[in-house]
T-cell receptor
């Protein structure tokens, strides 16, 4: 009965490199959300996806950031040309999409940009 | 802009006593409120929620109170236990919408 799985747990990138963060939702969940937590801040909504569809990306920066949730495989949050300000904890959450409000979160990926 | 605010970033309480965490919100469209608990190196876990049609919801040692007119909610934990030591996040949304707005969190330390 695995929960939301995120990998890697820690990711170190140099400025200008690409970061790929992966999220496998809980079994039976078809809705995925990505949140970002900057140091000393609360979690901020980035993007909401269903299988093969981006439903709401209003919280995601317009440039360098993209997300996908393909028919097969995990959801991917991709950050191109990373900058120091991208250093944060990135959390993925899933829900069954049946109106259940409760989100189940993964343990997060800590991204450090050198 | 911070739509959900949690002041008093940290709280220390003796085991067995009550912990009270406060949360204020500014967006009057919010009608569903949640508390999440987070341990270091883990993701937030759901604790308790309340919809705007209620003013109180209780689950075991945890009770959430909602004052809509003041745009204020609070979480009461009684009795507090050492395992309750964690960061507590208040979150809010429009019902049916999982784009949660989170506060910055309160660190709770329960002293044995």
């Amino acid at each position: 009965n695995a929960g939301v799985m995120q990998n890697p747990r820690h990711l170190v990138r140099r400025r200008g490199q690409e970061a790929r963060l992966r999220c496998s939702p809980m079994k039976g969940h078809s809705h995925v959300y990505w949140y970002r937590q900057l140091p000393e801040e609360g979690l901020k909504f980035m993007v909401y996806l269903q299988k093969e569809n981006i439903i709401d990306e209003s919280g995601m920066p317009k440039e360098r950031f993209s997300a996908e949730f393909p028919k097969e495989g995990p959801s991917i949050l991709r950050i191109q040309q990373v900058v120091r300000g991208d250093s944060a904890a990135y959390f993925c959450a899933s829900s069954p999409g049946t109106g259940e409000e409760k989100l189940f979160f993964g343990s997060g990926t800590q991204l450090s940009v050198l | 802009d911070q739509q959900v605010k949690q002041n008093s970033p940290s709280l220390s309480v003796q085991e067995g006593r009550i912990s009270i965490l406060n949360c204020d919100y500014t967006n009057s469209m919010f009608d569903y409120f949640l508390w999440y608990k987070k341990y270091p190196a883990e993701g937030p876990t759901f604790l308790i929620s309340i919809s705007s049609i209620k003013d109180k919801n209780e689950d075991g040692r945890f009770t959430v109170f909602l004052n809509k007119s003041a745009k204020h909610l609070s979480l009461h934990i009684v009795p507090s236990q050492p395992g309750d030591s964690a960061v507590y996040f208040c979150a809010a949304s429009h019902y049916g919408n999982n784009r949660l707005a989170f506060g910055k969190g309160n660190q709770v330390v329960v002293i044995p």
